[in-house]
């Protein structure tokens, strides 16, 4: 059984995070608020006054210096809040970081409009008579390729007093979702009828009692359907700002203007719905492997979480997770157990769930200092696929850091998941080898293919959504719940097959997720998935090239764009190949299923 803590005291102390790392007091962190209230001031007097290469390193160079001060700082902050998120203290010093973080973006806001007024052959000549300016060369050229999307510094100030009310669907959405939603309800273990929270549900919708299931579902799905013309309302306000923007700031289209920062082709993004599209025969295989083995006569969304091998809970202890864990990781070679190792030893990690702590798990990486990983292990399978999950980003932060300086140091959330779902395949491969126990076999495979399913399928069928409904907006159709209800409706058959029966709930599915207030964004989750399927794959038939390749991509930062650092490790996104390399291994992992559930 996992140790329940009742408060973070009981903890052993090796399973709790050094933040000593960050400030040995608060008097240290107090001296670093002064001093960047100071360098700000600072930082405001360059206002008008950059005009030759010297002034304008002067300006950059003191800018990094307060960033890497700032970093060590907020990171403090928010760490601190979430080892007790009911810390007033705690909330006092983040507070404090959240009012700085505003005084920095107002003394540096300057900086980009007189950046991009400046004309191209002035910034060669700046670039030319400072020698130092060398150090950001890179990314005052990555600025200026935003030139021709900026508009007259009169129509920017309208633009960003605008900011506000641009969010506002995001901000709507938003407090509808986390604030005023009531699901409804459900019987409880005592049978009294009790409140659905997100947290049952995600339990109740894997439990082995189908009444269960559907009630859970039901109450679920309850005030999104009551709230649909609300909703339908914020999303198409969200999707009618992306096409406004993207018009107004001369893109081809909100896809074109979403992709830009990472400088990635739209084919890429049409690559990955096409290739999946194409291969989606054992994901209908999947469902129909489900449908028997539940021995259902029909199938419905509410049985599509449900584990299919029951009686496997298997209880495996922090430390053992630890050495289980760097025994899977061993084809990336001795170097990197040896970080994984120091981690531990070092408390780079904090472990148990305790009250008050937030919820879930992450890695921070702090540059100049060390990565930070929240978990809240419980001691079984999930928690050891979340170990090494955030080790592997926190690996990727260590390694970038330790190899690039500070301006390239911070990777992009293009390749973020990459690092982490290679761990995460060699983690599973190491299992399947070394597990007898044909129950917990099935159990491993079902859980790969369930992982599979909804980091890449349900991700690329979301991004197929986006994009249709943006070309709606484009084209000037209205938008409305029929019109969403509709096209989620259509790709969700699509996706997953004639099989399931159709509740009225599934058409609403939109309605529930968040991320599509961030536009564009999904898909970086299905490209990485796959980038990582297909690198771990290479390093696990003993590939040294990949190999070798991957651990320099570790290493690399943002030193260059996404596609160009992932091409450098045998991942070409502007081709199919590793879409369809990866959903190869999706068909075996359901033919493996099959088998072992005859």
């Known amino acids: 059984m996992t140790a329940t803590y009742k408060s973070r005291n009981e903890v052993p102390i090796q399973e709790k ?15 670093d608020y002064h001093s960047i209230e100071t360098k700000a001031k600072e930082l405001k007097t360059f206002d008008g006054k950059i005009n030759d290469g010297q002034s304008l390193y002067s300006f950059l160079k003191q800018k990094e210096e307060l960033s890497f001060i700032f970093n060590k700082l907020y990171a403090y902050a928010m760490l601190k809040v979430d080892e007790d998120t009911r810390e007033t203290s705690a909330q006092s010093l983040l507070d404090q970081a959240k009012q700085l973080s505003v005084k920095v973006g107002s003394a540096t806001s300057f900086f980009m409009p007189y950046l991009l007024s400046l004309k191209e052959e002035t910034l060669k000549e700046y670039l030319q008579s400072e020698q130092k300016l060398e150090y950001f060369e890179q990314d005052l050229w990555e600025a200026f390729r935003y030139k021709k999307h900026v508009l007259s510094k009169e129509q920017e100030e309208i633009v960003s007093k605008l900011g506000e009310a641009l969010s506002a669907p995001s901000n709507t959405f938003g407090m509808l979702n986390n604030a005023d939603i009531k699901f409804g309800n459900v019987t409880n273990d005592d049978g009294e009828s009790v409140e659905l929270t997100r947290g049952m549900y995600a339990k109740l919708i894997e439990d082995e009692d189908r009444s269960k299931r559907r009630e859970a579902y039901k ?4 005030p999104y359907v009551q709230l649909k013309n609300s909703i339908a309302s914020t999303l198409s306000a969200a999707i009618k700002n992306n096409v406004t923007m993207a018009k107004l700031r001369h893109y081809p289209s909100a896809l074109e203007k979403a992709l830009f920062g990472d400088n990635v082709p739209k084919e890429v993004y049409e690559n990955l719905i096409k290739s999946t599209k194409e291969n989606l025969a054992s994901l209908h295989q999947y469902t129909e492997l489900r449908k028997q083995t539940l021995q259902l006569d029909e199938i419905r969304q509410y049985d599509m979480s449900v584990p299919l091998v029951s009686g496997v809970k298997q209880v495996i202890s922090y430390d053992d997770a630890y050495e289980i864990m760097c025994k899977a990781l061993s084809p990336l070679g001795e170097d990197y157990i040896n970080i994984l190792k120091d981690f531990k030893k070092s408390r780079y990690l904090d472990v148990r769930e305790t009250p008050g702590k937030r919820s879930g798990a992450y890695n921070l990486g702090v540059y ?19 170990l090494a999950h955030e080790c592997g980003h926190g690996v990727h932060s260590k390694l970038s850091s330790l190899h690039q300086p500070q301006i390239t140091a911070r990777y992009s959330i293009f390749v973020a998941e990459v690092a982490s779902t290679v761990n995460e395949v060699l983690l599973i491969n190491y299992l399947l080898d070394t597990e007898k126990n044909i129950d917990i076999r099935k159990h491993l495979v079902n859980h790969f293919i369930d992982q599979f399913k909804g980091t890449f399928f349900t991700q690329v069928m979301f991004a197929e959504f ?4 943006h070309e709606l907006a484009e084209q000037g159709h209205s938008l409305n719940v029929d019109v969403f209800n509709q096209t989620y409706e259509t790709l969700f058959r699509e996706y997953y097959g004639n099989d399931i029966v159709f509740d009225d709930e599934v058409k609403y599915g939109w ?11 999904v898909y970086k989750y299905a490209t990485g998935f796959a980038s990582a399927i297909h690198i771990a794959t290479k390093i696990l038939e003993g590939d040294q090239e990949t190999l070798t390749s991957y651990l320099e991509f570790l290493k690399s930062g943002s030193s260059d764009y996404p596609l160009i650092l992932l091409k450098k490790t045998g991942v070409d ?4 190949d590793p879409i369809e390399n990866s959903l190869r291994k ?4 359901v033919d493996e299923l099959s088998q072992l559930l005859k």
């Open 17 to 31: 995070w050094d933040l000593l790392d960050l400030y040995s007091n608060i008097n240290d962190w107090e001296k």
């Open 219 to 222: 109450a679920y799905y309850q």
């Open 368 to 386: 100049g200092v060390h990565p930070f990983i929240l978990l809240n292990h419980q001691d079984d399978l999930d928690s050891l696929f979340t």
């Open 466 to 469: 986006e994009m249709k409904t």
């Open 511 to 521: 309605a529930r997720i968040p991320h599509f207030y961030r536009p564009f964004y």
């Open 573 to 576: 996104l502007t081709t199919s």
């Open 586 to 589: 999706f068909t075996d992992l």
